[in-house]
């Protein structure tokens, strides 16, 4: 049995699901939001949102007036996304804890499957893709995001720059990312072409996060994914704030106003059944 990885687990995701709510919904609703049009989902499609974390498609789905099964297999993001969808009073969604490598539902059940951003930590990434397409009636679409250049990625890139910088002795993990194993449009096409996904297309998309409040930002960011919980865990509160006014530092360097400005690129990849 292979050894997960701290973002592999169901426990470390329950425990900071209003962390990552509050530190990445800015960034995947966008990528959501771009998913939802490229789908072009009708009111009353049916659509399966596969490592749907607190809901940024779901939601966006249900409101437009799609049929949604909302899943995720840390049952902490599952009770968090049931609390927004009682708030908002939306009949048309549900939210279920899952495993996307093994989705308790029907063969050919669903009109479009999606993941935002979620897939990309599964262990295996091509019985999670294989799923995407099992569900789906003839014809159906799939939607899957994952980031593009995970050298570029400043969202994590300069998290190691401010570290180098506040705290030259500390080594930070050797290993690559669970989620840099898919990235780009040339790995995201192929996966969905071996799956079995006709019509293939990968396209790049822009997003952006002001951060209006950096100690805020920050006091989300380090605990909104098991990695960063573990790293930050590590370095303890005070060099952690010394890395955080290093991180916004380096942001506000690059940005083209007085707010930091995170700008990230994801990769889009769309198919049929």
């Known amino acids: 049995m292979s050894i997960l990885s701290t973002d592999q687990v169901s426990e470390n995701w329950s425990v900071i699901a209003s962390a990552y709510e509050e530190a990445f919904e800015g960034l995947s609703s ?3 939001a771009e998913v939802l049009k490229l789908l072009n989902l009708k009111p009353g499609e049916r659509v399966i949102d596969v490592a749907a974390g607190t809901g940024a498609f779901s939601l966006l789905a249900a409101r437009a007036g ?18 927004r969808i009682a708030a908002e ?26 993941s935002i951003l979620g897939l990309i930590f599964f262990p295996d990434i091509a019985k999670g893709i294989s799923e995407l397409r099992r569900v789906l009636r003839p014809a159906g679409r799939v939607g899957i995001v994952c980031w593009n250049k995970p050298e570029e990625l400043d969202l994590m890139t300069l998290i190691v720059r401010s570290i180098k910088k506040i705290v030259p002795e500390f080594q930070p993990p050797a290993a690559p990312p669970t989620w840099a194993r898919l990235h780009g449009a040339d790995l995201l096409s192929n996966q969905l072409r071996k799956a079995g996904f006709q019509q293939v297309e990968v396209i790049t998309v822009n997003g952006t996060l002001r951060i209006e409040s950096p100690q805020t930002f920050w006091s989300s960011f380090t ?36 707010v930091p400005t995170l700008r990230v690129e994801a990769c889009i990849g769309i198919g049929t059944a």
């Open 30 to 32: 966008q990528f959501a």
């Open 223 to 258: 605990s909104s994914a098991p990695p960063l919980a573990y790293l930050f865990n590590q370095l303890g509160p005070e060099r952690t704030a010394a890395v955080g006014r290093e991180y916004m530092a380096l942001l506000q360097a690059q940005s083209s106003d007085a």
């Open 89 to 114: 009073r939306l009949s048309c969604i549900s939210a279920e804890e899952m495993d996307g490598q093994a989705l308790a539902v029907a063969d050919g059940s669903f009109d479009a499957s999606v």
């Open 66 to 83: 799609a049929q949604v099964l909302a899943t995720d297999f840390a049952p902490g993001m599952v009770a968090r996304l049931r609390e």
